[in-house]
């Protein structure tokens, strides 16, 4: 039975985990190596200068005062015996598409697996409320895995899913979004200075066709390739001139 690390960012008690968890039982041998509590917006950050406490939760299952990615780590470098055939992270509560791509834990986990070469999923529904659609990403979300630990995904590309609360059924291969929300700030009077709380305000706008955003208010489920390689590459020749000035500068100073 292959090996299978689940993560999430919403913490180890989060019923998303919990549902995943069980969706995947079938599928393979799951460990759980989780934050202990909510760690939402963390991305891929790790823990450094500080150590990351690490305590046993059940069988197979851990908790730690760390982030997603440090959860990754913990049980690639100690807790599990060998490297795991699959990493799975979710299922998150609320969709990670646009520009939240860059922002959550969920999908920082998966990224700092498909880092170390391992292949990964995030999963995320597209609602703050579970509701039925918390089982049918689950179980969507178990299916992907059985999928991919048949099909292993290409080195350093993970899968990002997000599945709307009422699902049609129906999963689309689209791109990711560009902006969909902005961020608004409320200020609030405090003895020890200013506080502000940071929000979202999703933008009013007609979704880019063929992408996760559009997807979901289709009321279908999006999947999205996502790669570790940031580079642009067209811009590896667009922008090349750019060297050229720049020694030319530096050999006049």
């Known amino acids: 039975m292959a090996d299978i690390l689940l993560t999430n960012d919403d913490g180890i008690d989060a019923a998303g985990l919990k549902a995943l968890e069980a969706a995947l039982e079938p599928v393979g041998r799951v460990t759980v190596v989780a934050p202990a509590s909510e760690r939402s917006g963390a991305a891929q950050s790790i823990t450094l200068r500080q150590p990351i406490l690490c305590a046993p939760a059940g069988p197979r299952r851990w908790k730690i005062e760390g982030t997603p990615a440090d959860a990754v780590l913990l049980a690639l470098l100690r807790l599990m015996e060998r490297p795991p055939a699959l990493v799975v992270s979710g299922v998150n509560l609320g969709a990670n598409v646009g520009e939240n791509v860059h922002y959550s834990g969920t999908v920082g986990a998966a990224m700092e697996a498909a880092l170390h070469g391992l292949p990964a999923l995030a999963v995320s529904l597209a609602s703050r409320e579970p509701g039925d ?43 990711q979004s560009r902006r969909i929300t902005r961020s608004v700030l409320r200020e609030e009077d405090d003895p020890r200075g200013r506080l502000y709380w940071l929000h979202e305000v999703r933008l009013e706008h007609q979704p880019e066709p063929a992408t996760d955003w559009d997807a979901l208010l289709a009321g279908d489920a999006a999947l999205t390739p996502l790669s570790i390689d940031r580079t642009h590459e067209p811009s590896l020749n667009h922008l090349s001139h750019l060297a050229e000035r720049v020694t030319g500068l530096l050999g006049r100073g």
């Open 133 to 175: 659609g918390l089982e049918a990403a689950a179980r969507l979300g178990a299916l992907l895995a059985r999928l991919l630990l048949e099909e292993p995904l290409p080195a350093g590309i993970l899968l990002n899913l997000n599945v709307p609360r009422q699902w049609s059924g129906r999963v689309r291969f689209v791109r």
